[in-house]
């Protein structure tokens, strides 16, 4: 079955505790990128990879990481977790870049709450 | 820069009732336009998708949306909502190349009443 699975679905922590949330995706996509969804914001694109170890910045990059080691698998990192980046976040992949860009399919989401 | 507006934070309708979701987008060509839905606790699901040829598209679970350049606009629509329609209601933009980025709205959430 065609999927993006993030792990894990939730997570509390605490302030300073580095975490990672992973992602995979076993549709061979070449774009994959993260979001964070907060109430009355929609989906804010935090991180994006065009490729392996191709990456760069979307909106809200400030306060995470992310690296594109391998196609299938693009991680999220928050090197010292804050209150501020309490939030849902969803992974998406997709085929193709711009005029070769298909639907995105995002993964179930990872519910972070950082204390 | 590339920016949807969708501006109803919240509809209610009753079960059966037709249903118009709205979104206006601005972009600086011919859009790329999506609408995806997220039920409680669940990701996020396409309904449908326009990128070119015929403006009115049909989607999953019996919605369509049509899209109206002169007017900046891609509705949602449904003739007849079933509880299980409630959830909450993304469009998005994009992207093109050199701007590899799907832009959202901020979501209108659903309530369907009996």
């Known amino acids: 079955e065609a999927q993006v699975t993030q792990n894990p679905r939730y997570l509390i922590t605490v302030t300073g505790k580095k975490l990672t949330v992973t992602c995979s995706q076993n549709m061979n996509h070449e774009y994959m990128s993260w979001y964070r969804q907060d109430p009355g914001l929609g989906l804010r694109q935090i991180y994006y990879s065009m490729n392996v170890e191709v990456t760069d910045k979307g909106d809200v990059p400030e306060g995470y990481k992310v690296s594109r080691k391998e196609k299938r698998n693009f991680p999220l990192i928050l090197e010292s977790p804050s209150p501020n980046q309490t939030s849902l976040y969803f992974c998406?992949?997709?085929?193709?870049?711009?005029?070769?860009?298909?639907?995105?399919?995002f993964g179930q989401g990872t519910r972070l709450t950082v204390v | 820069a590339q920016s949807v507006t969708q501006p109803d934070i919240h509809i209610t309708v009753s079960e059966g009732a037709s249903l118009e979701l709205r979104c206006n987008y601005s972009?600086?060509?011919?859009?790329?336009l999506f609408w995806y839905v997220q039920s409680p606790g669940q990701g996020l699901q396409l309904l449908l998708k326009?990128?070119?040829?015929?403006?009115l598209v049909q989607g999953i679970k019996g919605f369509e949306a049509e899209f109206k350049r002169s007017q900046s606009s891609f509705n949602l629509r449904k003739p007849s909502v079933h509880w299980s329609d409630a959830a909450e209601y993304f469009c998005?933009?994009?992207?093109?190349?050199?701007?590899?980025?799907?832009?959202f709205g901020t979501g209108t959430r659903l309530t369907i009443i009996p």
């Open positions: 972009y600086g060509a011919t859009p790329y």
């Open positions: 998406a992949s997709s085929l193709g870049q711009g005029a070769f860009w298909t639907e995105a399919f």
């Open positions: 998005a933009v994009g992207p093109s190349f050199g701007n590899e980025k799907l832009t």
């Open positions: 326009y990128f070119s040829g015929d403006t």
